[in-house]
């Protein structure tokens, strides 16, 4: 007695449900290289998915998710393809993206507190608080221009 084990098969439309990527993201991505060519349907033609392919979705939606450039994410899933050989420059991919995500929070934190001053700033006018007011249009002012600078690469 043989045991057999069964893959199941996705289309196009259960893949995304399942990944939460769009099918034309999906088609997007095969197009481009970043996930690999999937199988077609013998008689069909249409895509056919398989875990293999889901899995390796998954793990470019995590990325995608990270806000990772379409061409950095092409490059990580060939480097993934060589193995060990490449773990250094999937490192440096990775700590780019780790950078790019600190600058993205850091500049961030400097849009809450704008915000957060003009709130203020609003609430002092209100309150017929001229002098508050005016302190915090200056601090604005200042962030302001921290947020300008913070724009530039």
């Known amino acids: 007695m043989s045991v057999r084990t069964s893959r199941h098969e996705y289309t196009i439309k259960e893949a995304a449900a399942l990944t939460g990527l769009p099918a034309s993201t999906l ?3 095969e ?5 690999a060519s999937v199988s077609r ?3 069909s033609g249409h895509r056919v998915y398989d ?4 899995d390796q979705i998954m793990w470019v939606a995590c990325l995608a998710a990270t806000g990772m ?3 950095d994410m092409r490059t990580y899933v060939a480097n993934g393809r060589l193995g060990p050989s490449a773990a250094a ?3 440096e991919l990775l700590a780019d993206q780790q950078r790019r995500l600190a600058s993205e929070a850091q500049h961030l934190v400097l849009r809450q507190r704008y ?3 003009k709130i203020d700033y609003w609430h002092a006018v209100a309150a017929g608080d001229d002098a508050r007011a005016e302190l915090l249009s200056g601090e604005a002012r200042q962030l302001a221009d921290q947020l300008k600078r913070a724009g530039k690469p």
Do not use: K
């Open 31 to 35: 197009s481009i290289g970043v996930i």
């Open 69 to 71: 450039s379409v061409s």
């Open 27 to 29: 088609r997007y991505y």
């Open 115 to 117: 915000v957060a001053l």
């Open 89 to 91: 420059e999937q490192v």
């Open 51 to 54: 875990e293999d392919d889901l």
């Open 41 to 43: 349907g013998a008689t």
